[in-house]
């Protein structure tokens, strides 16, 4: 069986998205995701690509057909908009669909699979989804589909995003829901090409989590999130100190952890599912 897969992740974030993640202190969406790719297939070769850069292109002398899975990651940009950084990155899923390479991520990336293959997505009227989504519970397909194998049917997962599918493509189906939002997660076929994607980020742990609140913490207090500054920035310091010193019983509670959530082989089924039951089995049909 063929082993070290090579990756390309698409990291769907802007330049001044990714620097106001490092001024925060967060670690880059790119490199959140090679680190559990590296993680869940130790030995991958992963090239991270910029498509919201202007002239972004993959590494020199690479090509698409040279990548076996490709991975996108989440980003703050809002793709029901002409913003001239998205309509490149729907472009290159459309290539990725009809060059029918694997492919699989989080947030931003469920919409893109959507929109590149019909779709369609908009804001979520019941407005952000932040920190954790609480008992999100696999559909019917969802039990049924290789992506699940081994996941409970209801979870908790780390989440944020202000926008949701809307109308499924052809060939699109609903793997998983919650209260909050219809769509948590779709697989998509479409071309001969397959798009597995989650809404939340199995790639965070609680310090990114942490890292993001405070990055967002004045948006989120202007949503109601949180009353003020100060107890934006109690939540931040409970979720950093929990992850340094997981046996505080009390944090657990404050914070109401799944402890599911905290276990990254839990947290990362869905992505070593993908890469053994997608990436590995198309790796060896094409070589």
């Known amino acids: 069986m063929p082993q070290n897969p090579r990756f390309l992740v698409v990291d769907g974030y802007a330049k001044e998205g990714r620097e106001g993640l490092r001024e925060g202190g967060a670690s880059t969406a790119g490199d959140l995701y090679v ?25 020199t002398g690479a090509s698409l057909a040279q990548y076996d899975g490709i991975a996108w990651t989440g980003s703050s940009l809002t793709i029901h908009s002409d913003d001239p950084k ?9 290539a990725a669909y009809e060059a029918q390479i694997p492919s699989f991520g989080s947030c931003w990336a469920a919409q893109i699979a ?8 908009a804001v979520n009227p019941k407005d952000r989804e932040m920190g954790i989504a609480r008992k999100i519970a696999l559909t019917a397909e969802g039990r049924a589909h290789p992506m699940y194998e081994g996941k409970k049917a209801v979870f908790d997962a780390f989440i944020s995003h202000d926008d949701e599918i809307t ?37 965070y742990d609680l310090h990114e989590m942490a890292r993001l609140c405070y990055c ?18 109690k939540y931040v310091d409970m979720l950093e100190a929990l992850h340094q010193d997981p046996s505080r019983k009390d944090l657990w509670w404050l914070l109401g952890i799944d402890h599911d959530i905290m276990n990254a082989d839990i947290r990362q089924a869905e992505v070593k599912n993908w890469i053994e039951r997608l990436v590995i089995p198309t790796m060896a049909r094409r070589r």
Request: net charge positive; hydrophobic share 40%; proline share 8%.
């Open 114 to 121: 959507v929109v590149a293959a019909g779709g369609r997505c």
């Open 35 to 59: 680190k559990m790719l590296q993680q869940q297939s130790p030995g991958a070769h992963c090239d991270i690509l910029y498509p919201a850069d202007p002239g972004a292109s993959l590494p």
């Open 86 to 94: 998205v309509v490149p990155q729907v472009a290159f899923a459309k």
């Open 216 to 233: 967002r913490k004045q948006k989120l207090v202007d949503k109601g999130f949180f009353l003020n500054l100060d107890d934006a920035q």
């Open 167 to 203: 109308h499924l493509p052809p060939n699109g189906q609903i793997l998983a829901s919650n209260d909050w939002t219809a769509v948590q997660a779709v697989s998509v076929t479409h071309k001969g090409g397959a798009f597995w994607a989650i809404q939340y980020h199995p790639e």
